[in-house]
């Protein structure tokens, strides 16, 4: 069995700061939101970004079970639009298997968002399945990492790191 990856760990890696800034792109149930908005803890503030809102219910209702409701809010949004944020308002965006639902003309459209509400020097942590990882969706869906580095660097980014995370993910972080 391919092992997948843990979002506490992940986090650390990143080291994410406590009273940080963070925008969840495409949130999903929260997977990583919750585990966000106890590393940045109370003063810090998570941004669980959805297009679909059933998802954000389910976000709003673990948020409420574990006391994290003051850190997370929930907004429902097409990131290939907006993500409702304001410019430079943002420490850090997380986009874990976002890019491979994205369609392809479209994901340049998601990175510029990331950079217009990102501070400067802030981070962008893009997750996605490896093009050679047995389980995941389809292989013509994915997205190659260095494909993502390409993309970011037209909208400004600049590589920081890659992080080795699983055998079924890989992970870069980009700095504006």
């Known amino acids: 069995m391919a092992e997948m990856f843990n979002p506490k760990i992940v986090i650390a890696q990143l080291n994410i700061p406590t009273g940080a800034i963070v925008a969840d792109f495409g949130c999903g149930s929260g997977y990583f939101t919750l585990e966000l908005a106890q590393a940045v803890g109370s003063k810090g503030k998570v941004f ?26 929930t907004r429902w949004a097409n990131l290939e639009k907006t993500s409702t944020l304001d410019k430079e308002s943002c420490d850090w965006v997380i986009a874990a298997n976002l890019f491979f639902q994205i369609p392809k003309d479209l994901k340049d459209k998601v990175v510029k968002e990331a950079f217009n509400i990102l501070k400067k020097g802030g981070k962008m942590a893009i997750i996605d399945w490896k093009k050679d990882s047995i389980i995941g969706p389809p292989k013509e869906e994915r997205i190659d990492k260095e494909e993502i580095i390409q993309l970011a660097a037209k909208e400004n980014f600049k590589l920081f790191k890659e992080i080795n995370i699983s055998d079924t993910h890989w992970c870069v972080v980009l700095i504006k």
């Open 48 to 73: 669980a970004i959805d297009v679909v809102p059933e998802q954000l219910e389910s976000v709003r209702s673990l948020a409420q079970m574990r006391g994290l409701n003051e850190i997370i809010e």
